[in-house]
């Protein structure tokens, strides 16, 4: 595999990702910002801005669930699409200890997110 990887660009208003869809790859912000949103309540509500060498989408690699939000770019933005398979490799590739922290790190969070998603309902 190389580290040639598939990029996009959003011009500034674009929605990018939608809170409730199939949660296919997560994003490498590259160059731009974007702005991450929920509804609740039939408002929206702002959670975070992000700029350059953040991530979003991240419930991708977990395999199985849908966006927990809306992010939109505010100026035209570049990703790099980051897919689950993309990550495994790049799991497999760091040293031991590494790989067994950002394994752990993952399991954790999936954890997290399905009692959060019990709670909720």
Do not use: H, W
Not at 20 to 43: Q, S
Not at 46 to 69: M, P, R
Not at 96 to 104: C, G
Request: with cysteine; net charge negative.
């Amino acid at each position: 595999m190389t580290d040639s990887f598939e990029t996009f660009i959003f011009p500034e208003g674009r929605i990018i990702i939608e809170q409730g869809e199939p949660a296919m790859e997560a994003f490498l912000i590259e160059a731009g910002r974007v702005k991450v949103t929920i509804e609740k309540d039939g408002k929206t509500v702002e959670l975070a801005q992000l700029e350059v060498d953040q991530i979003f989408g991240e419930t991708a690699l977990f395999k199985g669930s849908d966006y927990g939000a809306t992010v939109t770019a505010m100026e035209e933005t570049t990703v790099i699409k980051i897919t689950p398979d993309i990550l495994d490799v790049k799991i497999r590739l760091c040293d031991p200890m590494i790989r067994a922290l950002i394994k752990m790190m993952m399991e954790r969070q999936r954890r997290s997110n399905d009692a959060l998603a019990q709670y909720q309902s």
